[in-house]
């Protein structure tokens, strides 16, 4: 399993980056969710993963059978795609509102704020 | 209960506006009193932090590793000091200096969730936190740069998001790589394991995110591209904003973090921090000399002076710390008080090109007076807050021994004087040009609102260069917790 999310995780990361490089503003937020991602599930790896255990204390009393999951990787993935969604919402107006105003998708054409 | 301050008042500020709609009046005088609000609990924050050292406080009463700790040491106690007196200053400004639709699309909601970020991000005593704050900064400062969506804006927005968006992804594979490697997240917890641990090496793959992260934050040399093409874009009041308080809050992150697990002096971390300084101080005060946009000229100096509190960073002895942080507040003021002269310089011409300007002086003395002190306080001419800044950071180079970054830095401060000068001459001595638009098919008078934070703002520069020796005083105490990080770890994990 980690080896297989491994893998996700790194085609995530080279999508993404290949994505961030072309020119067109669409394909820049695609690339855009798949780094947020690649690094969501970078998190939920690195973290360690206990399989087939929930990240649940035993009840009082109780007996604690075997691991449990840790817990707070899943709670900070859980904050991470929260705020992606934000961020993806976001871009997505900026991209709306850009082509409203020049009738592009072309990123080359965004130079002008660099010109002296 | 006070240390939570920071974050509290803006958020109460937040719900409020939200309350009462688009009512421009009430958006505005809710907006600055919490804005002053906010400067009041940040003086009493720092009168608390001078008398009783750290302060700590578990969020939802978990003890240190496990809860959601916020900490207030003298460093984040001055950083809220002063961001707060600059962002009062700047909303003050703001009454007028933003239009009539920006104030209606809730101008002073989206400045104070950046104020929750930023208070948020100086007293966050876990790494997480500290990320989920910066997080909610630069979103709020995404909505600041595209408010009013004109055509540049949205082109400059375009470049700062992304090039944020990477600085947030970057930070956050750190924190999960981090995570998986010491199964801690806590600030001081962290420090400890790092400093008890004799495989250090094992943390540089997160350490090296984590620079990157902090660095395209703070704009240091490879980083910085997204600055120059964005910050000129929205009106000079977000700029002003933006330039005292977010490419600070990436500095003041990389002193956190350098200070809690870079303990020794590492080689290198040392050259790494030394040569990006170096380089960013000269690479962004020569493309500053190239550009003729008042907004443009300063956004460059941004970079170059980021690379000043990097060096002083770099220099790694308690008193270049202490220097780089004295360097890093005056430049707060100053840099803020030079870009919004830059607007009422624009207010009165019609222009931040100083090709189609002139002839300010003779028009309007006081407004040269204003101009002059921020602008040669960036230069570093005595008594001006400047020059104690670079004399310090510079001792402390010789002290060190880095005679080569050092002479670099003098340079560096002799090319920015002459920006300024350029900017001084082709603005304010220079004739007017005969196409300028005149006074009188510019008949705006400058409002009082709008004068009397950049007069507050230009004579506090002044205050803090001739009252320097106090300020040295308590930023050396300051620099001496963050050279102990002992002091921080025992505040943060002694047992409630």
């Known amino acids: 399993m980690e080896i297989m999310l491994s893998i996700i995780t790194g085609v995530l990361y080279t999508a993404g980056v290949y994505l961030l490089l072309r020119r067109s503003l669409v394909k820049l937020i695609l690339g855009i969710i798949f780094l947020s991602n690649a690094t969501n599930l970078l998190i939920f790896i690195s973290a360690g993963m206990t399989e087939g255990k929930p990240a649940f204390v035993a009840k009082e009393g109780a007996e604690q059978t075997g691991q449990m999951a840790d817990p707070l990787p899943q709670a900070l993935v859980l904050t991470a795609i929260v705020i992606g969604f934000g961020i993806v919402a976001f871009t997505l107006a900026l991209n709306y509102k850009y082509h409203k105003q020049t009738g592009t998708y072309d990123l080359d054409q965004v130079k002008e704020t660099d010109k002296v | 209960m006070i240390t939570a301050l920071p974050i509290l008042i803006p958020l109460m500020v937040v719900i409020l506006l939200l309350m009462v709609g688009r009512k421009v009046y009430w958006l505005k005088l809710i907006g600055i009193s919490g804005a002053f609000l906010l400067f009041l609990a940040s003086l009493l924050i720092f009168y608390t932090v001078r008398q009783e050292g750290i302060l700590v406080s578990q969020a939802g009463g978990w003890p240190a590793p496990y809860g959601i700790t916020l900490v207030i040491d003298l460093l984040s106690a001055l950083m809220l000091l002063i961001s707060s007196f600059t962002a009062f200053l700047v909303g003050v400004y703001a009454l007028k200096g933003i239009d009539e639709k920006r104030h209606r699309f809730r101008f002073f909601l989206f400045f104070h969730t950046l104020m929750m970020g930023v208070g948020g991000a100086f007293i966050a005593g876990d790494i997480f936190n500290m990320y989920v704050w910066f997080e909610v900064m630069v979103m709020s400062s995404f909505v600041l740069i595209t408010l009013g969506s004109e055509k540049q804006q949205l082109e400059g927005g375009i470049k700062y998001v992304t090039m944020n968006l990477m600085g947030s992804f970057l930070f956050l594979a750190g924190i999960g790589l981090i995570y998986g490697k010491t199964g801690t997240l806590n600030l001081a917890d ?36 997204w600055l120059p093409s964005s910050y000129h874009t929205p009106p000079v009041t977000i700029t002003a904003l933006f330039a005292a308080l977010l490419t600070k809050v990436g500095v003041y992150g990389m002193i956190r973090f350098f200070t809690l697990y870079i303990t020794d002096i590492n080689p290198f971390w040392q050259n790494l921090l030394l040569v ?39 220099f790694y002895s308690a008193f270049a710390l202490a220097a780089a942080l004295f360097f890093m507040m005056h430049n707060i003021l100053a840099k803020t008080g030079a870009f919004l002269v830059g607007g009422l310089i624009q207010e009165k011409t019609g222009s931040f090109q100083l090709k189609s300007i002139g002839g300010l002086f003779k028009e309007h003395p006081w ?62 001595w220079k004739p007017a040009p005969k196409d300028l638009h005149q006074p009188a098919s510019h008949p705006l008078r400058l409002k009082r609102t709008m004068i009397v934070p950049v007069a507050v703002l230009g004579f506090s520069t002044l205050l803090f260069g001739l009252s320097a020796g106090w300020f040295m005083e308590v930023l050396q105490e300051a620099a001496q917790v963050l050279k102990q990080p002992e002091l921080y770890i025992e505040a943060v994990l002694k047992p409630v």
Do not use: C
Not at chain 2, 197 to 213: E, R
Not at chain 2, 300 to 311: C, L, T, V, W
Not at chain 2, 384 to 398: A, D, E, M, T, Y
């Open chain 2, 190 to 225: 962290l420090s400890m394991t790092v400093r008890e641990s004799d495989q250090t090496f094992l943390m540089n793959s997160s350490f090296i995110l984590f620079f990157m992260g902090f660095g395209i934050k703070a704009a240091i040399f490879p980083f910085f591209f």
């Open chain 2, 276 to 314: 990006l300084a170096a380089l960013t101080m000269v690479i962004g005060v020569l493309t500053a000399a190239s550009q003729y946009d008042i907004r443009r000229i300063l956004s460059f100096h941004i970079i170059s002076q980021i690379g000043y509190m990097i060096m002083g960073l770099g």
């Open chain 2, 367 to 428: 407004l040269g007076l204003f101009f002059f002190l921020p602008a040669m306080a960036l230069a570093g001419v005595p008594p001006l807050s400047g020059f104690f800044g670079k004399f310090f950071l510079i001792k402390g180079g010789f002290e060190g021994q880095h005679f080569l970054t050092t002479a670099i830095a003098i340079w560096v401060s002799i090319v920015t004087m002459f920006s300024m000068i350029k900017i001084w001459n082709e603005a304010y």
